[in-house]
C-alpha cells in the first residue's frame, strides 16, 4: 500500500546574480500543498523601503512595495498582506526581503 505524501517543501531564499544594471534579483521559494512556488524579483531600494518588481503567472508585469518605515513593522502592499490579518506583517515578501538581508544587506551600507 502506498500513500500519497505532500511533497517536501521548503521556504528559502537566495540572491541571483546581479543584473548588468546593478539591480538585486532574489528568489523567494515557498513550499505550499501544492508544491515549491518560486518566483523571481527584481530589487529596487525606494527612500521607503524596497520594490519588488516581478512577472506574474500570466506574465503579467507587477510590483509590490514594502515599506520598511511604517511604525509597527515592515509591510507590504500585496494582496496577502492587505487582506489577511496574520499576514499584514508577515507576507512572504516581508519574510524573504528580511531574511535576505540578513544574509547580505542592500544597500551594502545598510
Ligand atoms: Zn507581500
Do not use: Q
Not at 496574520?86 to 538581508?101: M, Q, T, W
Amino acid at each position: 500500500m502506498t500513500t500519497t505524501e505532500p511533497k517536501t517543501t521548503e521556504n528559502y531564499v537566495r540572491w541571483l546574480k546581479d543584473e548588468v544594471n546593478g539591480a538585486r534579483r532574489l528568489l523567494i521559494s515557498v513550499g505550499t500543498k501544492a508544491g515549491t512556488v518560486e518566483r523571481v524579483y527584481e530589487v529596487e531600494v525606494t527612500p521607503t523601503g524596497y520594490r519588488l518588481h516581478f512577472l506574474d503567472d500570466a506574465n503579467r508585469f507587477k510590483v509590490y512595495s514594502v515599506n520598511t518605515n511604517w511604525c509597527d513593522g515592515w509591510r507590504c502592499d500585496c494582496p496577502d498582506a492587505t487582506n489577511r490579518r496574520d499576514r499584514e506583517y508577515n507576507c512572504k515578501h516581508v519574510r524573504g526581503l528580511r531574511a535576505a538581508l540578513a544574509k547580505r544587506p542592500y544597500p551594502e551600507t545598510l
